[in-house]
């Protein structure tokens, strides 16, 4: 008798690849396109930013030593008036009216210290001038080298005291266009309107000047107006040349005050804000040759970083699928060229904070999916996290943590685990809310991949208490995410016979939110919730209530195709409310951004072509009790699945992402598509077409061999044990046998009896089983008989306490057929097994419980209850469609019908027995023809024996 993979074994493979696919890098793994978000400029931040210009300036005046003099620090200066631009919302600069240049007076000579008189005129503002005016003294002249900037004015001019006009920087876009590294947007220059030309018509400019006389040295009126004041700007010395451009004229760089060609901005941390609008000093710029622009050195080399990682992501896909070494190779030439340029940015540039902590975190996170230096990534890390406290950059100080946590449980996962529950109680204590539920969801997912028995009490703690949390601030889908995780670890992890009680309630909770807007819009929590509703029925063996919920979940998954929400990484994107966190305080990142006005949590799962190739595997899974006889509608699903993935092997969609992570999804592929052959293998051999479940067993161990060794312990026991009864069911029972036997289905007392999802040791009991009956052969020595009884006492402790009704119903039947000294435990056993198989709708089972019965208490009895029990049998044959009962059972109801006197009705019936016969294997073919030539010679008298041998043949098979 072949035991085929039974339903409870698939759930728990298949719980094991949504499971395994979320806990990994779902929840709160880190996604590489983030939108920008909307800043909110308030007044305290304003101050803030007076702060940091103020500071700008104290660096520039250091840098220029004794030259300059501030008009607002001089003593008898009066304060300049503003005429606030943008229609006084932001007043920045002073902006000065002709009366008001006609009415100044002279300058007061020094003996008045810090008299600032009121003036009527142009009432004070409560800010100073966020960028003073620079004063010019007058000097001997000393020649020098002038940069020919078009922003600089030449220093051997005279001062010119006239005020001049000054234009305020814009306030931010409204578009919140992204940004180059460093946060602070390029510098833009706007010259005052209704002003005459600030500059003559274009001339030479000499780099060398001749000597002045001394008449020349005296101090001169001007001539003309001073240009427009932007930023102070430090003449650097001439250096290499580190880059050539296109030559550009002295009057072409006049004419022009803004570049025409900027650094290529970056493409992976363009979305990357801080939380306050801080102005640095410009980044100082490499000069260059005389009429050539300079260049940025460490804007330079971070594009270039980009370029070659962005570049080798782009493969990572196909090379993944196809692993070309030669293509390899180029692939990792890339990424080391981008992680040198990184690291030279580190080393040798001195960056802003946030730019800094930013190239860090950038840094750390390719180290960490492309290499092995996993010391080099956390130093790199800690290093960032300090310069984000000092900063003051919690949200990027939270992402390094989360990432330092995943490098760290690589080597101690028992150190993460302390690592990440230190920063939960920080993150508590700030009220953090948002980043407490990313790092409980990250103690969820390290938790479930360790397993420990007080690792899954952990995670469970976790989800409740984000549950709770969740609850208390409004954030519905958080909770909904939260109770489906937790419904899938009931149904995983959990050992107690009421777990499927209790993911029959997380998902109960998790429906009263289903009809939010906010959960609606994410496709993921639907399925999810509707694939873990169809698991818990499956679970209870209802068939008839998981295949209403599959019709349910077909629909569901039908309305979702093409649904714009998806993402081509499996990511999605859970809303948080604004009692949370408030989308003005978010720096946006790979876990937290900021969209239309909503802060959303990122996780990760699967993408929709791998979901609904998974809804296929369920589907298959559900309708295996009724494939038989409802037209191989489980196998039709099957096949769909099995397309959709060989499809995704062969073009695979190309996703940006690095080799590591593409290589992760197309494992997880390879061992769905294994669990997909694996099912349908077994409803091959249900049916006993062995052909085809040979040619799937040897499509599935090529596929094996693809994956070198990454395989899990649960398929290479389920692949083993499908050929095995491959090899029994065929009649090479020393092949099977043998198999049956290996080491790897072997129990031992470490194998809990009643955890409920084990495949593992299901399958180890249901190897045992078959060797029973293989070892029971009548054909074989007498102690080949005791071997058996052996083996069924071993396994008995396993078979009666399991929660698993399928294992039940193999072992009472087995035990019936194997046990016959007492008529009593027969019948008791026989009636276990028949309750069991009815119970779960397992045509098979009830095939054979009623077959052995017929033969054992209405052999040679003549009466209507005898041919009732034959006729019982062979029907239940038939709708198990399995060609080997039918074609026994036949004789066994020719045999009655022929001890009744039916002979008419008895010839036909052994003649469709004998159709049935034609579609198995040599070996029974054989057995069957000695049997009928036996029983023709002996005369009608040794039917019956000849049909019990048969009978007795068929369950050994």
């Known amino acids: ?492 992890h959990s050992s107690g016979h009421d777990s499927i009680e209790q993911a029959q309630r997380a998902l109960a909770t998790a429906r009263s939110y289903q009809l939010d807007n906010k959960v609606l819009d994410i496709p993921q929590i639907s399925t999810m919730i509707q694939m873990m509703d169809i698991c818990c029925s499956l679970l209870e063996y209802d068939v008839k209530q998981s295949s209403e919920k599959l019709q349910i979940m077909q629909k569901v998954m039908d309305q979702k195709i093409d649904d714009p929400h998806w993402q081509n990484d499996g990511s999605f994107s859970v809303p948080l409310s604004h009692k949370t966190i408030s989308p003005s305080a978010v720096e946006p990142t790979d876990i937290l951004r900021v969209e239309n006005g909503n802060v959303l949590l990122t996780l990760r799962w699967l993408p929709e072509h791998d979901l609904y190739a998974l809804c296929y595997f369920l589907s298959s899974v559900t309708l295996t009790a009724k494939n038989s006889h409802d037209g191989h509608k489980a196998e039709k699903y099957l096949s769909e699945g099995l397309n959709m993935i060989r499809g995704n092997f062969k073009s695979p969609q190309e996703i940006p992402e690095s080799l590591a992570y593409a290589t992760t999804r197309i494992a997880w592929r390879r061992s769905l598509y294994c669990n997909m052959l694996l099912q349908l293998i077994f409803l091959a051999c249900a049916r006993t077409d062995w052909a085809l479940a040979r040619r799937t067993l040897k499509e599935l161990k090529s596929t094996v061999s693809e994956l070198e060794g990454k395989i899990d312990e649960t398929t290479t026991c389920l692949m083993e044990y499908a050929s095995g009864i491959i090899s029994q069911g065929t009649g090479d029972l020393k092949t099977a046998l043998a198999t049956f036997q290996l080491p790897i289905f072997a129990l031992n007392h470490s194998i809990s009896k009643s955890s409920r999802n084990d495949p593992r040791r299901d399958t180890a009991i249901l190897a045992a089983l078959n060797s029973a009956l293989i070892l029971r052969d009548p054909s074989r020595p007498s102690h080949s008989h005791s071997a058996a009884s052996k083996v069924l006492s071993t396994i008995e402790p396993y078979c009666r306490t399991s929660p698993n009704r399928y294992i039940q119903a193999a072992y009472f039947l087995i035990s019936a057929t194997t046990h016959t000294e007492s008529t009593i435990q027969t019948k008791h056993d026989l009636h276990h097994s028949l309750q069991a198989a009815i119970a779960i709708g397992n045509s098979q089972v009830t095939c054979i419980a009623l077959t052995f019965m017929s033969w054992k208490y209405f052999r040679g009895v003549v009466g209507e209850q005898s041919e009732k029990s034959a006729r019982a049998a062979r029907a239940m044959a038939g709708k198990a469609d399995d060609k080997l009962w039918i074609s026994v059972t036949g004789d066994l109801l020719a045999a009655t019908l022929d001890s009744q006197g039916k002979s008419r009705e008895a010839h036909a019936t052994r003649e469709q027995a004998d159709v049935a016969l034609l579609g198995l294997p040599p070996v029974l073919k054989k057995m069957k023809s000695g049997n009928s030539n036996h029983s023709h010679s002996q005369g009608g008298s040794s039917a019956g024996r000849s049909s019990s041998e048969m009978t007795m043949k068929a369950v050994e098979i």
């Open 1 to 492: 008798m072949n035991f085929k993979g039974d339903v409870p074994t698939w759930i728990g493979a298949m719980t094991s690849l949504v499971s395994g696919h979320l806990t990994r890098d779902a929840k709160s793994s880190a996604q590489a396109s983030i939108c920008p978000k909307q800043e909110i400029w308030s007044a305290e931040r304003r101050r803030e930013d007076d702060d940091v210009e103020v500071s700008g300036l104290s660096l520039y005046r250091k840098s220029l030593g004794h030259l300059f003099t501030s008009k607002a620090s001089s003593p008898g200066s009066a304060i300049m008036p503003y005429q606030p631009p943008h229609g006084g919302q932001n007043p920045l600069y002073p902006h000065h009216s002709p009366p008001f240049q006609a009415k100044q007076e002279p300058r007061i000579p020094p003996q008045h210290q810090h008299d600032f008189g009121p003036n009527t005129a142009y009432p004070a503002y409560h800010k100073p001038p966020v960028h003073p005016q620079v004063i010019l003294p007058t000097s001997t002249y000393i020649p020098q080298q002038y940069s020919p900037h078009p922003q600089q004015q030449p220093l051997n001019q005279p001062p010119n005291y006239a005020p001049r006009p000054i234009q305020a920087r814009p306030p931010p876009s409204a578009n919140n266009a992204p940004l180059h590294y460093g946060g602070a947007p390029p510098p833009q220059y706007y010259p005052a309107q209704n002003l005459p030309e600030t500059y003559p018509s274009p001339q030479p400019f000499s780099a060398q000047q001749p000597p002045l006389s001394q008449s020349q040295l005296q101090p001169q009126p001007p001539s003309y107006s001073p240009p427009p004041h932007t930023y102070p700007q430090v003449v650097i010395p001439h250096q290499p040349v580190l880059h050539q451009h296109r030559a550009v004229s002295a009057a072409q760089q006049r004419s022009t005050s803004v570049p025409k060609s900027q650094p290529k901005k970056s493409q992976s941390l363009k979305h990357m804000r801080s939380k306050s609008p801080v102005k640095m000093t410009q980044p100082q710029l490499l000069p260059a040759a005389p009429g050539k622009p300079a260049i940025d050195s460490h804007v330079l080399l971070l594009s270039l970083a980009d370029e070659y990682i962005d570049a080798a992501h782009s493969q990572g896909t196909a090379l993944a699928v196809a692993r070309e070494e030669a293509e390899t190779d180029e692939y990792y030439k890339l990424i080391a060229t981008g992680l040198a340029c990184l690291e030279a940015v580190l080393k040798n540039s001195k960056l802003p904070p946030r730019t800094e902590a930013l190239v860090r975190l950038r840094y750390a996170r390719i180290l960490y999916e492309e290499t092995e230096n996993d010391s080099e990534a956390e130093t790199a890390l800690s290093k960032g996290v300090d310069l984000c406290e000092r900063n003051r950059m919690y949200d990027l100080k939270y992402c390094m943590q989360q990432l330092l946590a995943r490098i760290l449980y690589k080597s101690n996962p028992r150190a993460a685990m302390k690592h990440v529950d230190g920063v939960i109680r920080d993150v508590e204590g700030y009220r953090h809310t948002a980043w407490e539920y990313a790092f409980r969801l990250l103690r969820v997912t390290l938790s479930l991949s360790s397993p420990a028995q007080q690792d899954t009490a952990a995670a469970l703690q976790n989800l409740q208490k984000v549950s709770s949390l969740a609850s208390r601030n409004g954030d519905k889908a958080i909770f909904v995410v939260s109770a489906v995780i937790e419904a899938l670890v009931r149904l995983q």
